[in-house]
């Protein structure tokens, strides 16, 4: 059972562009939605996190909106650079640490220019 | 900057033989994980490591067995292969009482 999903599976998008990626989950206890980069050939890394008190999280081009009641989160990316090709995974723990991690099916992101 | 390394980056090797993957981390972090990454790239724990106890043990089959000399090392062994281990192998490393994990770029295993 896929306890964080992510949609779409793949999403292409012009430069320049907002690239919306989408994340919920089910379990009420999670409380932090770390979002993780993967570019080929490389392992995930760290792009911004959001706790369950906030909704919303900014960091530059890249904002994490949440819906709390929903259990849905989204991730913007303005102005899309080729160079933002890539895996994002949403993930989700409860209670802290990175052991509790979950993470989702990822979404494949494509900028063309 | 790279901070946790991971040999070797690819394996290829035969149904049955036994394989072992290294990982070493220069973060000084004192937990360290091994994720799988199917071909759908689904991301699954397997083991985490922490100051040389096994704390999360994935139902994983037997034939995989984490090794740590250190806290900063964490090997994984393959016991006689299955096809169905083809995957990426991510090692990664945290403070355990932190949120965000730093993973390693992945050895590529290829049974055939």
């Known amino acids: 059972q896929q306890q964080v999903r992510q949609s779409p599976q793949s999403l292409t998008v012009w430069e320049g562009e907002t690239a919306i990626l989408n994340c919920s989950y089910e379990n009420s206890a999670f409380d932090y939605f770390p979002w993780y980069q993967q570019f080929p050939g490389e392992g995930p890394a760290l792009l911004i996190a959001?706790?369950?008190?906030?909704d919303k999280k900014e960091d530059g081009r890249f904002t994490i909106f949440f819906n709390k009641r929903e259990k849905k989160l989204s991730l913007h990316i303005t102005d899309s650079q080729p160079g933002d090709s890539a895996t994002y995974f949403c993930?989700?723990?409860?209670?802290?640490?990175?052991?509790?991690?979950?993470f989702g099916e990822g979404t494949k992101l494509t900028v063309s220019s | 900057e790279t901070a946790v390394f991971q040999t070797p980056n690819y394996h290829v090797t035969q149904v049955g033989n036994e394989v072992s993957f290294n990982c070493k981390q220069t973060?000084?972090?004192?937990?360290m994980y091994w994720y799988k990454q199917d071909s759908k790239k689904l991301l699954k724990i397997m083991f985490s490591?922490?100051?040389?106890?096994?704390?999360v043990n994935e139902t994983v089959p037997r034939r995989f067995s984490p090794q740590s000399s250190d806290k900063a090392h964490l090997n994984l062994r393959i016991k006689s292969v299955e096809p169905e281990d083809s995957a990426v192998y991510l090692c990664?490393?945290?403070?355990?009482?932190?949120?965000?994990?730093?993973f390693g770029s992945g050895t590529r295993l290829t049974v055939l």
């Open positions: 993930a989700a723990s409860s209670q802290g640490g990175s052991a509790k991690l979950i």
């Open positions: 973060l000084g972090h004192d937990t």
């Open positions: 490591y922490n100051n040389k106890q096994l704390i």
């Open positions: 990664a490393s945290s403070l355990v009482s932190a949120e965000t994990l730093y």
């Open positions: 959001i706790r369950s008190v906030s």
